[in-house]
């Protein structure tokens, strides 16, 4: 059984930064890709940026592309998420997630298996 355990969120003012983390256990972290996600009150879940296994791959939404960087360390089973300029429309709850299939690496909610408790981040203006 995966377990996903997200750390690192908090209340930030705008143009703020933080780093949120995921710490994996189960299955062979390495060999799947990861992505976070985020909702807000209302909305549905959106994609923010995904990781390949190997780093050689990465993706990010539209709306974070500039301001945020995923990275990944094999070695501690740990993906990160470092979110910069830091925007009140930034405010939801952030999820990591695993990859259903070795080697892939997708956008979407439905092609990830693992998902984290989420934790929540907060931009006031």
């Known amino acids: 059984q995966v377990q996903l355990v997200e750390s690192g969120g908090g209340l930030v003012q705008a143009g703020g930064s933080l780093r949120l983390s995921c710490a994996a256990s189960g299955r062979f972290f390495s060999n799947y890709a990861m992505a976070w996600f985020r909702q807000a009150p209302g909305k549905e879940r959106q994609f923010v940026a995904a990781?390949?296994?190997?780093?050689?791959?990465?993706y990010y939404g539209d709306s974070v592309k500039g301001r945020f960087t995923i990275s990944r360390d094999n070695a501690k089973n740990t993906v990160y998420l470092q979110m910069n300029s830091l925007k009140p429309e930034d405010t939801a709850v952030y999820y990591c997630a695993q990859h259903r299939h070795i080697g892939a690496v997708t956008t979407v909610p439905r092609d990830y298996l693992y998902w984290g408790q989420g934790t929540q981040a907060t931009v006031s203006s």
């Open positions: 990781i390949s296994w190997n780093g050689g791959s990465i």
